[in-house]
């Protein structure tokens, strides 16, 4: 299970952080990943780590402003989101996939979290 958390609503330049904490599984095997879905728009990825070795992807557009992390020995997985602007408007939901050490795909997640809005007002 995933249980995503830390949304909320925000102006545009400010910062906000989403926790994700996972249970049931061997925390270090996992990829995780965060993906966003805006309203009428396809989930699409943000970023991913491999708590293992801390080995990070983002999507260009955060590149810089957004830093996801992890902390092992609470399997959880952190989205730092700086300098946010209205196009980060979404629900964000963190997912794992087993047995992929790099994707950003949804179809190549197992397991899913709830998602938490953030909503960035101009």
């Known amino acids: 299970q995933l249980q995503a958390s830390g949304g909320g609503l925000v102006q545009a330049g400010d910062s906000l952080s989403l926790s994700c904490i996972t249970s049931g599984r061997a925390f270090g095997s996992m990829l995780m990943g965060w993906f966003r879905q805006a309203p009428g728009k396809a989930r699409e990825f943000v970023a991913y780590?491999?708590?293992?070795?801390?080995?990070?992807f983002y999507r260009d557009s955060v590149k810089g402003r957004f830093t996801i992390s992890s902390d092992n020995a609470k399997n959880t997985v952190y989205l730092q989101m700086g300098t946010l602007s209205p196009d980060d408007t979404a629900v964000y939901h963190c997912?794992?996939?087993?047995?992929?050490?790099?994707?950003?795909?949804?179809?190549?997640?197992?397991?899913w979290g709830q998602g938490t809005q953030v909503t960035v007002s101009s």
């Open positions: 997912a794992a996939a087993i047995g992929i050490a790099h994707s950003a795909h949804p179809r190549d997640y197992r397991y």
């Open positions: 780590i491999l708590p293992n070795n801390g080995a990070t």
